[in-house]
């Protein structure tokens, strides 16, 4: 398994780096959000481009829209308008991008624009490239991610967050093909953790406990919620329960109660699973 390298994006500078298979952007903003266009900048080095086909999630305190093919021929140096329509999706909380695949791709700012009017912006301030390739190099990955940090007001310092999870006893209840993202709901705000997927390490495995360990997380106060999200993979998987600590505080353990599988085959399970 490998990480990637993720990004801070927006007008502050940067609590912590992640690594996580997307790039996403994670916003700390009380707001009803209905995007109405994106524009992608290109950077203008001479191997920034890309052939590729981009897609786009946007996920939501309401709903997510899943998907949003951006086309491809992103050339070096261009800027794009793509008009995409969504719905209400509530609280922006991460978009998402991919490429379909092995071309590089380096982004240099990406832009929200809503119906009222509103602009989000993040810029790929260190230069991080996509692509799928598993010939990776340090600064390349199948994706990047940025966050903006929660205000001044509520940030606390960075703090080491422990994430583990009990896979079921039940039959099939292991996978080795299930991308995991987690989410972290504090009571200042949502923070995105790197993928679920230690590198030469075999996780879930039937009744197994895994650790997943995240050095200086953005603090977003008193742990909420948690929730997963299933990126890619045609393999289903079986939790029993996930607990999450942060440093200043006591474990917080969250049931699987309902028994959901998630998989990223909606035939199998559900993608997304948020436990309060």
Known sequence: SSGIN???????????????????LLIQLTYSVSVSSIIVETGTGKHDGTGDTLTM????SKRDAERISLGKGFTAG???TISRSTPDIGTLECVV?????????????????????ASF????????????????????????????PITESTAGKPRKCTIKTRTSKNKHAETDNCL??????????????????RMNHDDFKPGALDT??????????????LSFNVLRGDDAWLFSYATVQCDGESVKTFQ?????????????????????
């Open 180 to 197: 995991l993202v987690p989410r972290i709901y504090g009571e200042h705000g949502v923070v995105l953790g790197e993928s679920m997927d």
């Open 212 to 225: 997943f360990t995240y050095q200086n997380m953005q603090n977003v106060g008193k742990v909420k919620c």
């Open 256 to 276: 699987n109660s309902q028994n959901q599988w998630l998989s990223y085959d909606v035939s199998e399970g559900v993608r997304f699973i948020k436990m309060c």
């Open 97 to 117: 991008f991919q490429t379909s695949g092995d071309d590089l791709w380096v982004p240099k700012e990406v832009k929200l624009n809503t119906k009222d009017g």
């Open 57 to 60: 999630t946007i996920y939501g």
């Open 78 to 80: 261009s800027r794009r």
């Open 121 to 148: 912006s993040f810029p790929n301030s260190r230069g991080f490239g996509l692509s799928n390739s598993e010939k990776m190099s340090s600064g390349w990955a199948a994706a990047i991610g940025f966050c903006t």
């Open 6 to 24: 993720a990004e801070y994006g927006g007008q502050q500078p940067p609590h912590n780096m992640l690594g996580f298979t997307v790039l996403s």
